[in-house]
């Protein structure tokens, strides 16, 4: 059974920073695309960052570069995301996904998410 955890949210005043974790039980990251999205209220689901099963690919979502990291546990399942910098606009449920790749295309799995907030 496949089951991702976020956990790490809370509220962080601007310039604030916070560390989200998925922790990913049920998977083999090998044929896993490990991604972030977030969903602020009244807007639709919008991809933050993703970790591909290529080890050292990464990518970021323009308007989090350059304060946005995603990375990977070097032993365990566990994806995380640290946000610097934060800004109001960074308000939203953060949800972690794992997206099939290669034998296990087609897959996608979701967590509960997380909520980050952050004054005006």
């Known amino acids: 059974q496949v089951q991702l955890v976020e956990s790490g949210g809370g509220l962080v005043q601007p310039g604030g920073s916070l560390r989200l974790s998925c922790a990913a039980s049920g998977i083999n990251f090998v044929f896993y695309d490990m991604m972030w999205y977030r969903q602020a209220p009244g807007k639709e689901r919008e991809l933050v960052a993703r970790?591909?099963?290529?080890?050292?690919?990464?990518n970021v979502a323009e308007p989090v570069k350059g304060r946005f990291t995603i990375s990977r546990h070097r032993t365990q399942n566990t994806v995380y995301l640290q946000m610097n910098n934060l800004k109001p606009e960074d308000t939203a449920v953060y949800y972690c996904?794992?997206?099939?790749?290669?034998?296990?295309?087609?897959?996608?799995?979701w967590g509960q998410g997380t909520q980050v907030t952050v004054p005006s």
């Open positions: 996904n794992a997206h099939g790749v290669r034998q296990a295309a087609g897959r996608d799995y």
């Open positions: 970790l591909s099963s290529i080890p050292g690919v990464t």
